[in-house]
């Protein structure tokens, strides 16, 4: 009996020897975890900021003879690394989206009189693209469609009634004007001095040739810019049954805007698809090829896009905030088990009347400039905010590096704040930056041992002993006087 238990020991000793391995694997493994999860917390940093826009453009025409009216355009489209993809809008089949993730990234509109009715292609459709971060360029014309100007005015672009155009009598291309629309290529010379919308075309100082649509954009309306405006002396009439209505003059009829939608998305209404034509690009001292060129480069995010990266703040003297929670290892216990904190786990804490210090790094990008580069401005500011604003600092910034800092004293107030940077200019994208940190009060040991303003008190305190020790020194010693009187 005893030889066979003996013989029996060799082949369990494998499978004890197997499960202590895994065993041990198993803790291990844990620990592993442990660890990856207390380094790895989940950041406290939101950014917003622009993205470089992509090369995959959508062209979509009334009829495919635009593509050789408007050929100039589409090939400085190309020169610049664009796939364009022609297709009629009225016979649009395929798919903008395959397998939830969109084919373009672009959209080029060039079709006045679709009506966007197909099961491919529709006004909400192009919502969706613009709200996936797709960008749009839309040029109209007198037989803008209900569907265009329903876009449009998605954005707060409102097209004139259709049939109307835009006159000048005083400033228009009389070598291109038609015999049945005379005075309506009008010379506009209102453009936008904005180099991040028009780059080097905003200050050419050339006349922009259109014939089209004039469109209002609302006062209040603060994601939308106007572009091109028309000229003091033109205006916006529609003639129908011989009569003239007027619509708008002067430079209340904006002819090119600019929108830029609250999730950097970026939009492009013109009133004239002559505005690209190949006839107005070649016309002599006119400025349209450089200026659609331009327009085009900020509508597809190659210029005015920002972002903002190595966000950092710590104490002036260097050191780094305290960690509010801070995750421990347990081993004798899968991570699973382990119930999670209402607080974030590497929730960073400053004590009241800190001396903190705050900074990150801004980038412009711009392909003519080469691509991404130090950004140089001295208006970006920094709010430290609990619901309001307890501070809100210029930040300094060094032009060479396109590093922004600051340093400030934390409020005598303690709770949950947000380093925060909202910054908002026209032709730019907005740059949002929220970093979350705590602020804790004094504790107990760090007080100092005499506060001055307890002086009083402390005057107070002691006053008081002395007086007790005083009277009951006099009280004494009265008494036994007394006493020793008596006998």
Request: charged letters at 20%.
């Amino acid at each position: 009996m005893m030889r066979r238990r003996l013989q029996r020991i060799p082949w369990r000793l494998p499978l004890l020897l197997a499960l202590l391995l895994s065993c041990c694997l198993q803790r291990a493994a844990v620990a592993a975890a442990g660890s990856e999860d207390s380094s790895n917390a989940p950041a406290t940093t939101g950014v917003l900021s622009g993205t470089v826009g992509g090369k995959r453009t959508l062209v979509l025409l009334d009829t495919f003879t635009t593509r050789q009216t408007h050929s100039a355009f589409f090939s400085s489209l190309r020169s610049r690394g664009h796939q364009l993809t022609f297709q009629l809008a009225s016979q649009m089949e395929a798919e903008l989206v395959s397998f939830g993730e969109y084919l373009y990234d672009n959209m080029v509109v060039f079709a006045p009189r679709a009506k966007l009715d197909t099961k491919a292609l529709g006004v909400a459709s192009i919502v969706d693209f613009v709200d996936s971060g797709g960008n749009l360029l839309l040029a109209g014309g007198p037989e803008l469609s209900k569907s265009m100007r329903h876009v449009s005015a998605l954005s707060g672009v409102e097209f004139d009634p259709s049939g109307s155009m835009v006159a000048d009598h005083f400033s228009f291309a009389s070598e291109l004007e038609e015999a049945t629309a005379p005075h309506t290529v009008v010379k506009a010379t209102d453009v936008a001095d904005n180099t991040f919308l028009l780059g080097s075309a905003a200050r050419a100082g050339k006349p922009i040739l259109f014939r089209g649509l004039a469109h209002t954009v609302a006062d209040d309306n603060v994601l939308a810019a106007p572009v091109l405006r028309a000229p003091g002396t033109a205006y916006s009439f529609s003639a129908r049954k011989g009569a003239v209505t007027l619509h708008n003059a002067g430079a209340d009829a904006a002819l090119v805007t600019a929108v830029q939608a609250r999730n950097n998305a970026r939009l492009v209404f013109a009133g004239s698809l002559d505005l690209f034509s190949n006839r107005f690009f070649e016309e002599p001292g006119a400025g349209n090829q450089a200026f659609c060129e331009e327009l085009s480069k900020w509508a597809f995010a190659e210029r005015g896009v920002l972002r903002a990266s190595r966000v950092t703040h710590r104490r002036r003297d260097g050191s780094a905030a305290e960690l509010l929670l801070k995750q421990k290892q347990r081993l004798d216990q899968a991570a699973s088990l382990f119930p999670e904190p209402e607080i974030a786990k590497n929730s960073q804490v400053y004590r009241i009347k800190d001396d903190i210090t705050y900074s990150l790094v801004l980038e412009e990008y711009d392909a003519d400039q080469g691509g991404w580069r130090p950004y140089a401005a001295d208006d970006v500011q920094m709010e430290f905010v609990m619901l309001d604003a307890y501070e809100r600092i210029t930040l300094a910034s060094d032009a060479a590096t396109g590093t922004f800092s600051t340093t400030f004293t934390a409020p005598d107030t303690y709770g949950i704040f947000k380093f925060r940077i909202l910054y908002r200019r026209v032709g730019l994208t907005v740059l949002l930056v929220s970093t979350q940190v705590s602020i804790r009060p004094y504790k107990h040991n760090e007080y100092e041992r005499f506060i001055p303003s307890a002086y009083p008190y402390y005057a107070g305190a002691l006053s008081l002993m002395g007086g007790f020790f005083i009277f009951t020194y006099v009280f004494i010693n009265a008494s036994g006087s007394q006493k020793r009187k008596h006998d």
